[in-house]
């Protein structure tokens, strides 16, 4: 049905930057809502950023000033741009979209996670 498809984790020293993106694929109506959180060992998972469908957007207090979240609207895509980076940013990150989709003909709002990516930032 529907799919998200995360890309751009890796390794990278403290003070780089590194771009996240996140794919969303399937018969999708409308992106109601569209972000990113992130998860480390042993820690909950946080809010990163999100932006809406109308393009307000929203971060986690670590990383406002360091990260922009944007998105393509005719690509159903969503990225993040990391720049500063820290290593306390180690962690993986998951994409998150509200969306709005055709399922047997019927319109449906549901919340789909993606698989997640390892960024992993050294000191």
């Known amino acids: 049905q529907v799919q998200l498809v995360e890309s751009g984790g890796g390794l990278v020293q403290a003070g780089g930057s590194l771009r996240l993106s996140c794919e969303a694929s399937?018969?999708?109506?409308?992106?109601?809502?569209m972000g990113w959180y992130r998860q480390a060992p042993g820690k909950q998972r946080e809010l990163v950023a999100v932006?809406?469908?109308?393009?307000?957007?929203n971060y986690g207090e670590s990383m406002k000033g360091r990260f922009t979240i944007s998105r393509d609207n005719a690509k159903n895509t969503v990225y993040l741009q990391m720049n500063s980076l820290k290593p306390e940013d180690t962690a993986v990150y998951l994409c998150?979209?509200?969306?709005?989709?055709?399922?047997?003909?019927?319109?449906?709002?549901?919340?789909?996670w993606g698989q997640g990516t390892q960024v992993t930032v050294s000191s």
């Open positions: 399937g018969r999708i109506f409308r992106i109601n809502r």
């Open positions: 998150d979209a509200d969306l709005t989709y055709y399922f047997l003909g019927v319109l449906r709002t549901d919340d789909y």
């Open positions: 932006i809406t469908g109308g393009g307000n957007t």
